[in-house]
Structure formats: structure tokens, C-alpha cells
């Protein structure tokens, strides 16, 4: 990854694939955490879940997130590689005390009820959040605040994208 890194985190439609994209565009080295080192596992081991529990992450909402891991291992490894001045990973995962530490800082991206309830009736019924169920949990998670950092430089992801990123960015050397 780089010599500095930085993890974006923020509740699901909280803008990390926007800002990724953006950081992308702005030149940038980027890795789309949910893209790249995505699977479900379970979050004690680490072990993927592929022909167990029945695929109940096909139907389960809750299960399904409580699932969304990222291999520690590989966070390790890509941090371990300063071939870039700084990278920025950008996703959510259930399993991010396992490499948190890695980071030179984390960001949040918050939004208020308002904001979401916006992006997520926008959401195509194909992406995570499209369902009435998945954005009843969403809500319900971004009122609990339970599936993100409770330490991190929070940034306010209701403004446009190239602010939100300038705002990021003036919280790094990069």
C-alpha cells in the first residue's frame, strides 16, 4: 500500500465508494476494500463461510453483515508494501479491530438520518440497501453507530464529494 494509510469507514451509503472513486480520480492509490478483499467469514475465526451455514447470508440481513470481513492478513500485507507516498482504503467490514491499528489515521464518513434515508431510496435493488429490509437495518445501524469506528477523524459525507475528500485530505500528508 503506501508509506501512509488510511482507512475510510462510515455506515453502508455513507459516500466510501464516492470518496474512493474521487481519491481514484485525483490520482490517488486506492483500494475498494468491499471490492477487493470482501467474503464472508466468521468474524472469531476469520474462516470462510462458502457451503456453511446453509447460505443464510443469502436471506439474513443481519447475519450477512455480521459476515462482511476483510482477510486481516492481506490489510497486513498490502500496508507492508510502501511502493505508493500513501494509500487509502475505502469499505466497511465487521472485523476491523483485527486491523485498525495498521492505519496511520481512520475517517468516518457521517450523515445525518435525513441524508441516508435520501441515498438509500435511491439505491437500485441489486446494491446493498435497495431492499426495504436492508435500508430498515442500515437505519437502524446508523442510529446505533454500531458497525463503524468509534475512534476516527469523522467527516461530514452530506457536502459534495471533491469537499468531502478535500476535507480528508487536509487531515493527511498526502
Known sequence: MGVK??????????GKTSVATELQRQGYHVIHGDRELAYKGDP?????????????????????????????ERVKDL??????????????????????GFFDAV??????????????????EDEFG??????AFILALHESGDDVPKEGIAIDSTQPVEAVVAELLSHTNA
Open 44 to 72: 472469531k475465526t476469520g474462516l470462510p463461510l462458502e457451503g456453511r451455514q446453509g447460505g443464510a447470508w443469502a436471506t439474513d440481513v443481519a447475519f450477512a453483515h455480521r459476515h462482511h470481513l476483510w482477510c486481516a
Open 107 to 124: 475517517f468516518i464518513l457521517k450523515l445525518d438520518r435525513a441524508a441516508l434515508e435520501k441515498r438509500l431510496s435511491a439505491r437500485p
Open 130 to 135: 435497495g431492499k426495504a429490509e436492508e435500508r
Open 79 to 100: 500496508v507492508a508494501d510502501q511502493s505508493h507516498a500513501a494509500t487509502f482504503l475505502c469499505g466497511g467490514a465487521r472485523n476491523f479491530s483485527a486491523f485498525i
Open 5 to 14: 494509510n488510511y482507512l475510510v469507514e462510515g455506515v453502508s451509503c455513507s
